[in-house]
Structures are given as C-alpha cells and as structure tokens.
C-alpha cells in the first residue's frame, strides 16, 4: 500500500508561481515512480510530469514543458511539481498518483485545487 498526500495548490495570477507537494508513505515507495496529473472540470485527466523514485529519470508532457519541473525530496519522501508562468487554462484539480509496476498509476492522492487568476 502507498498513501499520498498532496498540498501547495491555491489561487494565483496568471504569471505566479505554486509548488505542489506530494508526501508519500508506505513500504513501497522506494520502487515505484511518481506522476503529477490534472483534471479541470469537463476535460480529461491529463498527464503532466513523472520521477522515478531515485529522481534518475523524469518525463514531462509537451504542454508543460519548460514551465513545471518535478522534484525529489527523498529525505522527505516527497515529490514537489513546480509551477512556473501560470496561465489561467492551467486551472485544475492536481493529483500524484504511484506507479509501482511500471504498468499502471495504481495509488492516487486526494488532489490539490489550483486556480489562475486572469
């Protein structure tokens, strides 16, 4: 079993800046890759960012590269999602979710609301 936890979102203006945290706990953790995700209201979840738990690996989604960046905090067991020049399209639930297979996001948090002011 995983648990995560995320926290950091919020209400910003276009242009600010958030960083999203996900504590993850459980006797997996050290195997498995972690996954940001976001689901507005009407769309689909969409992919945004992944780590592998020894922070060796990442993997961004076209639309957000350059301007998130994810993180590791291993003495912490967490992993944080940057989010830099934020746009009000970028309003959205944002989820972490745990990958312990290589197969599947089997593990998810309960989500963070983040809100782009224009």
């Known amino acids: 079993q995983v648990q995560l936890v995320e926290s950091g979102g919020g209400l910003v203006q276009a242009g600010g800046s958030l960083r999203l945290s996900c504590a993850a706990s459980?006797?997996?953790?050290?195997?498995?890759?972690i996954g940001w995700f976001r689901q507005a209201p009407g769309n689909e979840r969409e992919f945004l960012a992944a780590i592998s738990w020894s922070g060796t690996t990442t993997h961004y989604a076209d639309s957000v590269k350059g301007r998130f960046t994810i993180s590791r905090d291993s003495a912490n067991d967490t992993v944080h999602l940057q989010l830099n020049s934020l746009k009000p399209e970028d309003t959205a639930v944002y989820y972490c979710a745990a990958d312990l297979d290589a197969a599947t996001y089997d593990y998810w948090g309960q989500g963070t609301q983040v809100t782009v002011s224009s």
């Open positions: 459980g006797r997996t953790i050290k195997n498995c890759t």
